[in-house]
């Protein structure tokens, strides 16, 4: 599969089936958000990996959707202020920047190893810092669950819903 169609391929998966992950597979994908660029290589970014039934359990409880029952990984990404670049003409930090490249990294190896995922920003993020102390530092800007599609995993009404080219892009 070329870039071009990986990319148009992939769509936000919510119904997932119990089928755990391999091990191979998710190491591939974390591999992947290691590998991602970063503003001035400083990589101030971590990826959670919540996989026990306990974690799983507390996790899911910080997020409205129950469509997430059958989810057997869920990758959290979070990203630290205190080591992210800062742009010196304006003092802007790159922490949510490095971050949200990592998830996306992340979201394409998951496609690219046949499994699904959607990215999640609708969680209550103070309870998860305080069911997951270790996650206390960092802004949390994505909850990724990794699975098997369910057989019956389609793309939302909105997936194939895009802006124009003229619309998004601008010659200069």
């Known amino acids: 599969m070329t870039f071009s169609e990986l990319v148009k391929s992939r769509y936000s998966v919510r119904k997932f089936d119990a089928r755990p992950v391999?091990?191979?597979?998710l190491n591939a994908i974390l591999e992947a958000g290691?590998?991602?660029?970063?503003?001035?290589?400083?990589?101030p970014v971590k990826i959670w990996v919540i996989k026990s039934p306990e974690a799983l359990e507390k996790i899911k409880s910080t997020t409205p959707f129950t469509?997430?029952?059958?989810?057997?990984?869920?990758?959290?990404?979070g990203g630290t202020t205190e080591s992210a670049f800062v742009r010196p003409s304006d003092n802007r930090n790159f922490e949510d920047v490095d971050a949200s490249i990592v998830a996306t990294h992340l979201m394409l190896a998951i496609h690219a190893e046949g499994l699904g995922s959607t990215w999640i920003g609708f969680f209550d993020e103070p309870k998860v810092k305080e069911l997951f102390p270790e996650m206390k530092d960092y802004?949390?800007?994505a909850l990724l669950p990794v699975g098997y599609p369910a057989a019956d995993a389609e793309p939302s009404d909105r997936h194939a819903l895009r802006k124009s080219k003229s619309e998004m892009v601008k010659f200069l």
Do not use: F
């Open 67 to 77: 469509w997430l029952k059958n989810v057997p990984v869920i990758l959290a990404v």
């Open 34 to 43: 290691i590998s991602a660029p970063t503003a001035k290589n400083v990589q």
């Open 139 to 141: 802004d949390l800007i």
């Open 22 to 25: 391999e091990d191979e597979k």
